[in-house]
């Protein structure tokens, strides 16, 4: 993945999330980031690659700009020929039963059906959200 460094980059700096113009993250906010060792990113294709950038940008912009989230966690992940990225935070959390998806959980699903993946969201009230988004390689 080409894009696994901009994975990065859009943990690290707000300039490349959605809305913001800080150079980095708010002051209060945390993030880590965490991928497979030894894994050859290049092997990704790119339109999987970009989309899983883009998804990450989401997320970290909805933590950080709804959810109020002090810690911001992303694990990209390939084992057995499944590619993953879980953006995890420790911010408000809603009821999913209650709360109809936004434009940004919306424009994450489009992006991992595009790309034939799956999505899932788990969130709780002052517990934070869970994204995962899954494809296979095989």
Not at 20 to 42: F, H, I, V
Request: charge should be positive.
């Amino acid at each position: 993945i080409a894009d696994h460094m901009r994975i990065k980059k859009a943990i690290f700096s707000t300039t490349v999330v959605v809305g913001y113009n800080s150079p980095q993250l708010p002051e209060k906010t945390k993030a880590e980031y965490r991928s497979t060792p030894g894994t050859d990113w290049n092997s990704i294709p790119s339109e999987i690659g970009f989309e899983f950038y883009r998804i990450t940008q989401e997320a970290i912009n909805n933590a950080i700009k709804y959810a109020s989230a002090h810690k911001i966690s992303v694990e990209l992940k390939l084992e057995d020929h499944q590619l993953s990225i879980t953006i995890e935070d420790d911010g408000k959390g809603f009821d999913t039963e209650k709360k109809t998806k936004g434009i940004g959980l919306h424009t994450i699903a489009q992006r991992i059906q595009s790309i034939k993946g799956t999505f899932e969201l788990i969130s709780h009230i002052n517990a934070g959200t869970k994204i995962v988004a899954k494809i296979s390689l095989a």
